[in-house]
């Protein structure tokens, strides 16, 4: 920009190395009348003007399709991701808490982008945590993201998406910059396919409950895992259905659970029992096995359809006393709402770290009263995630955020798609209004009604209490990331007098994401086993921390 300022300033003074093309070769600059230097410094400015005014302004993004990586056209969902990070990242995605790092995302639609076209996203329209002009001037890392199958709400990365490299800009004044530029070069991500070892078996299992419900096959996926012993033996086994947590999936399965559990059977940590990791993933997030009216019912599928094919299939105890209920955080309030609707099918679960139990505390927030999400009542705001004993997310923070990943996938939306009744658009009705957080109470109401367990254990005390006896664990950290040990302290103050007697565990200092530290899972294993194999004498190898013991 420089060189033409240069110019501008070597033409006014009629200077005679300087030529323009709009200047007759034989018309040098020196032999221009006064008036001639003035009209064409004027246009010179006017045009230099013009080309800055394109060239800078609030912070843009130019992003292209590289032809190398897509022969087609692509369309999606654009999201952008800045981030402040001095750590060179491989890759960049909204962050949660990291002291000292702040993470910008903006997002639009995009219906068709064509391989070698170029688009432009304006990062104000739609952004987390604010407009991206405003961040304060200094070094930022980008990367740009086109999800294709629109879930990076649920997870970031897929394989059918396509990403640019991490690019780093330094000295960044996003108030007033050039556009940026941007290359979709490469795939989001590829994994490998998922592989088993000996003893465990997919599970695809075609729904026909589920699929008249969507009109079309709804797969009901998972992964069996059995005891080393099970094919030199002839004997039944006690059965876990475990369910994992919001974020993840099949993939996650086989790297970790399928893999840890035949090894610490094979070691003696473990009883031996058949494992079936149930995958809860859905469009809308997570379905937490509810009955629901936007994600199908999930809960009959699995005990009326699921669990008597496998039953047939494998020698699992085909009874109440051999079927037993655990999985972590959504998977935590999965198993809960399983045991309590289908109290006669189950003999017991441990959850942990459910999501709210108790709807008088939904991460902080009173459905019964409040009146909105984003405040208590003081007009503090409403706060979702602690780590280290800090505040570092509030729940407007996180909705804001879900909202510019995307309209599908993300925790608070998947929320609406379990719990809400469906809208006349065919769509599940939102709680609360995402811009002010105002709730909607008959929303709210039908979520109380329906899926607040602590109100269903309450209100069916008479039928429930002689069928789910002795039969609820709940295991939660006192400094639960998301405050989930609220909830739990109240289910436990309002259900206690009722006889269900329910065991409730707090481990002290114990987070959202260290709770399994120190042998939880042994300890669990070993209580089931207790239910299915009265008298028994197993006992793990392994002495189980004396952090992780479970209420009796």
């Known amino acids: 920009m420089s060189y033409l300022f240069t110019g501008c300033k070597l033409l006014a003074m009629g200077h005679p190395i300087v030529n323009f093309p709009i200047v007759n070769r034989q018309c040098s600059i020196f032999r221009m009348s006064r008036r001639l230097r003035t009209v064409a410094l004027i246009c010179c400015l006017l045009f230099s003007i013009n080309l800055l005014a394109q060239s800078t302004g609030p912070l843009r993004f130019r992003i292209t399709l590289d032809p190398a990586l897509s022969s087609k056209p692509v369309s999606g969902r654009l999201i952008v991701f800045m981030t ?192 079936v990791l149930l995958d809860q993933t859905c469009p809308g997030g997570t379905h937490e096995f509810a009955d629901s009216l936007n994600n199908g019912p999930w809960g009959h599928a699995l005990t009326t359809e699921l669990i008597p094919h496998l039953e047939r299939k494998y020698r699992m105890d085909a009874k109440p006393s051999g079927r037993f209920l655990t999985g972590h955080s959504s998977g935590g309030w999965a198993t809960m709402w399983l045991q309590v609707t289908y109290p006669n099918i189950f003999g017991g679960t441990w959850s942990t770290s459910p999501d709210p139990v108790d709807f008088h505390d939904f991460t902080n927030t009173d459905l019964y009263k409040d009146s909105t999400v984003y405040k208590r009542p003081d007009g503090s705001a409403t706060h979702l995630v602690r780590m280290d004993g800090k505040d570092v997310m509030s729940f407007e923070q996180y909705s804001r955020q879900d909202a510019v990943m995307g309209d599908y996938g993300g925790q608070i939306s998947s929320f609406d798609w379990v719990f809400s009744p469906r809208g006349q658009d065919g769509r599940p009705m939102p709680m609360f209004d995402r811009s002010t957080g105002e709730i909607h109470h008959d929303v709210a109401d039908y979520w109380i009604k329906h899926f607040d367990i602590d ?91 004396a952090a992780t013991e479970l209420a009796k």
């Open 455 to 545: 109100h269903l254990l309450v209100t069916n005390a008479k039928q429930l209490v002689p069928v789910l006896k002795n039969k609820i664990h709940i295991v939660v950290g006192t400094a639960d990331t998301f405050y989930l040990d609220g909830p739990v302290h109240l289910l436990q103050k309002s259900t206690t007098p009722l006889g269900y007697n329910g065991h409730f565990t707090y481990l002290t200092g114990r987070t959202h994401f260290d709770l399994y530290q120190g042998g939880l899972e042994s300890r669990i294993a070993k209580q089931m086993y207790d239910v299915a194999r009265p008298g028994n004498k197993w006992q793990p190898k392994q002495a189980p921390d």
């Open 84 to 275: 402040d990070n001095p750590k060179q990242q491989q890759a960049l995605e909204p962050w949660m808490g990291e002291e000292g790092v702040k993470t910008w995302v903006a997002a639009r639609e995009v219906p068709h982008l064509a391989p070698g076209e170029s688009i432009e996203l304006d990062p104000d329209e739609i952004a987390y945590p604010e407009a991206l002009s405003k961040a304060p001037a200094g070094d930022y890392q980008v990367m740009v993201l086109l999800d294709v199958d629109h879930n990076a709400g649920y997870n970031t990365f897929t394989d059918a998406d396509l990403r640019s490299a991490v690019v780093p800009l330094k000295s960044l004044n996003p108030a007033q910059a050039a556009p940026v530029e941007l290359k979709l070069s490469e795939h989001a991500r590829q994994l490998p396919p998922i592989t088993l070892q000996k003893g465990e078996e997919l599970i695809d299992f075609v729904s026909p409950s589920l699929s008249k419900f969507w009109g079309r096959p709804i797969h009901m996926r998972g992964i069996v895992v059995l005891p080393p012993n099970y094919a030199t033996s002839h004997e039944r086994y006690p059965t876990v259905y475990y369910t994992h947590g919001y974020g993840g999936n099949m993939n996650y399965f086989a790297v970790s659970s399928a893999k840890s559990i035949p090894k610490d059977t094979a070691e003696g940590n473990l009883p031996p029992m058949i494992w």
